[in-house]
T-cell receptor, first 114, second 110 residues
Framework: EAGVTQFPSHSVIEKGQTVTLRCDPI?????LYWYRRVMGKEIKFLLHFVKESKQDESGMPNNRFLAERTGGTYSTLKVQPAELEDSGVYFC????????????FGPGTRLTVL | DAKTTQPNSMESNEEEPVHLPCNHSTISGTDYIHWYRQLPSQGPEYVIHGLTSNVNNRMASLAIAEDRKSSTLILHRATLRDAAVYYCILSRDPSNQFYFGTGTSLTVIP
């Protein structure tokens, strides 16, 4: 069974540009989470989807971040315009129906904003 | 916010037991305690989780204090493949979002 995949593995962009990160969860997992670790900080929750619906966006830092999950399959996280402080590693995780508790993480996308 | 506190690093000799501590004094009654580990260039990987009682699985054991304000991950015989960053995490309803600690970097000495 394929795990959670993320694309790209690495992205380097300039301040003010737009970047879109993609996450493909494990097939059949309704729950999809985005997290990120910025320099020197803990991994922090961004948001949670159940199928195509956003259940909890409380961790999204500001309106420059937009997450979508059309059709309840893969998800994208767009940063527009990117700022220097957005640099870090963005993780996606998926899980089966709550209360599954176990989240399966992808390898992450390392974003560098110059 | 839920918060966990862990030592930055620990060392263990190969084939010795390892006890990784975590404090979570702000834990709420329904928060689960999770442990994940992360190898370089990989995402966090599940190790074990529990709510109130101690838990055992093939990878490790989880000892939870009676007041639930701390827990200890126990690796019974450390191997070189256990060298990783170990995260103590609380999960909270309704979304089951994870609150990560800063992690403990475990070095296993041959």
């Amino acid at each position: 069974e394929a795990g959670v995949t993320q694309f790209p593995s690495h992205s380097v962009i300039e301040k003010g540009q737009t970047v879109t990160l993609r996450c493909d969860p494990i097939s059949g997992h309704d729950n999809l989470y985005w997290y990120r670790r910025v320099m020197g900080k803990e991994i922090k929750f961004l948001l949670h989807f159940v199928k195509e619906s956003k259940q909890d966006e409380s961790g999204m830092p500001n309106n420059r971040f937009l997450a979508e999950r059309t059709g309840g399959t893969y998800s994208t996280l767009k940063v527009q315009p990117a700022e220097l402080e957005d640099s870090g590693v963005y993780f996606c995780a998926s899980s089966q129906v709550i209360p599954s508790n176990e989240q399966f993480f992808g390898p992450g996308t390392r974003l560098t904003v110059l | 916010d839920a918060k966990t506190t862990q030592p930055n690093s620990m060392e263990s000799n190969e084939e010795e037991p390892v006890h990784l501590p975590c404090n979570h004094s702000t834990i709420s009654g329904t928060d689960y305690i999770h442990w994940y580990r992360q190898l370089p260039s990989q995402g966090p990987e599940y190790v074990i989780h529990g709510l109130t009682s101690n838990v055992n699985n093939r990878m490790a054991s989880l000892a939870i204090a009676e007041d639930r304000k701390s827990s200890t991950l126990i690796l019974h015989r450390a191997t070189l493949r256990d060298a990783a960053v170990y995260y103590c995490i609380l999960s909270r309803d309704p979304s089951n979002q994870f609150y990560f600690g800063t992690g403990t970097s475990l070095t296993v000495i041959p």
